[in-house]
């Protein structure tokens, strides 16, 4: 990033985006970040009923906790206003697990389920975001958890769930914040190729993610 370079971070699950987040900052100063997963990882080291990492990213990079995590990665690294979670449908279970609500991150913390992006259109939804943040940060980082696809359509992850998305509101939602000139990296995680064992799954990723990357890559 420091030499003007976009980075794609691939492989592992979302406790990899605290420390992408950590290093953009450190180069870009206010970033923002767009969050695609199924989970809305608000948890924190209380909170958590797993205690794994992969629960709470989204707590750590804006400086909720656990606090020795946050310390780790220099303090938050991205202002609650700055950050959007889309496409998760957990969040009945969650708040019941004990993880806080999202709105308590205030008004400007963005917030939009499956069913938001379904009503809104996905493509739409995205235009709008890409907007918001090249207008607001100027600079966003983009990460994409394979579970925001449904469990029938993804099974090679390791939190399936149903009534995620299909490829094609995939594509849709990422292709306006791929192209977006306000990208400044990207992350993909959560592929378990050993629940893959033809490589398929991990071939049709490979595809959205050349089709919606293309015209961002110079």
Do not use: Q
């Not at 492989?11 to 605290?18: D, L, R």
């Not at 695609?36 to 990079?61: F, I, K, Q, R």
Request: negative net charge; aromatic residues 6%; glycine residues 14%.
């Amino acid at each position: 990033m420091a030499s003007g370079e976009r980075p794609f971070l691939a492989g592992g699950c979302c406790s990899e985006v605290p420390g992408a987040l950590a290093g953009a900052r450190d180069v870009h100063g206010r970033v923002g970040l767009i969050y695609v997963d199924g989970h809305v990882d608000l948890y924190d080291g209380v909170s958590s009923p797993t205690g794994e990492a992969a629960d709470m990213p989204v707590s750590v990079v804006v400086g909720l906790g656990p606090d020795d995590w946050v310390r780790a990665a220099g303090g938050a690294s991205v202002a609650p206003s700055d950050a959007a979670v889309l496409g998760s449908r957990d969040l009945d279970e969650a708040l019941a697990d004990g993880m806080r609500h999202p709105d308590e991150l205030g008004s400007g913390f963005t917030h939009v389920d499956i069913d938001g992006v379904r009503h809104e259109g996905a493509t739409k939804l995205a235009t709008r975001m890409a907007g918001s943040m090249e207008a607001g940060p100027g600079g966003f980082w983009l990460h994409l958890d394979v579970d925001v696809l449904d469990e029938l359509v993804f099974p090679a992850t390791d939190y399936l769930m149903p009534g995620g998305m299909g490829w094609d509101e995939l594509r849709a939602l990422l292709r306006p914040l791929a192209s977006s000139r306000g990208l400044i990296g990207a992350s993909i995680g959560c592929y378990n190729p050993e629940k893959d064992p033809d490589g398929a799954n991990g071939r049709a990723l490979i595809d959205v993610v050349e089709d919606v990357f293309a015209d961002s890559v110079s």
